[in-house]
């Protein structure tokens, strides 16, 4: 970088002109490289959630490549412990690579009585809200026979106790080996 022919002080090269990470805030980096230098967080310096502890790791490992630790993040955050909305974790697991929390997240939006709103589409993005739509309507509708005739019922939607599984991994086009869990006993490589 600061071989290149720059017009002035090249970016990085005194304290007067730092190097700037557009859209990376002070405290991800800071728990980035707690992360990569240091290998843990610091007890007293760690966040209130696993969330807020984690997060920022996945969201910079991911976005430099830096894949052993993006796994060991990924690794630290799971999906039970994450208290967000089903939506917010589909748009999380996809956009940052969380394969682990993919198929719960889906499954959780699949089985919710409520239809997908305006809020999950805003978050979700309308390819992904569409992949999570025809998961949701994968489920068989009940009839129920009066006099011979095919009857449909209306009124809320109950697939609380459904599986989704089977066609989550067929819409999103998942392998098994991507929706086995991590074991955890592979070397790190930090």
Known sequence: MFSLPVAGEA???????????????????KRFLQVLLLGAFEEAAAPDS???M????????????FDAIHKRAVQNMPYERISRPS?????????????????P???ELARRKEPL?????????PELALKVAA???SLAVSRSHYKGTPRLTSGLRDA?????????????????????????DEESGI
């Open 11 to 29: 970016e990085g090269s005194c304290d007067s002109n730092p190097i700037r990470l557009e859209g990376i805030t002070k405290t991800e980096f």
């Open 50 to 52: 696993v969330f807020d």
């Open 54 to 65: 984690w997060f920022p790791v996945v969201k910079l490992a991911r976005m430099w490549e």
């Open 87 to 103: 939506a917010e974790k589909v748009g999380l697991a996809v956009h940052y690579d969380i394969q682990p929390w993919l198929l």
């Open 105 to 107: 997240a889906v499954n």
């Open 117 to 125: 709103e305006n809020d999950d589409l805003a978050v979700l993005g």
């Open 135 to 137: 998961v949701r309507e």
């Open 160 to 184: 609380s106790m459904v599986d989704f599984t089977s066609v989550i991994k067929s819409v999103f086009q998942l392998s098994d080996k991507v929706c086995a869990p991590e074991t955890g």
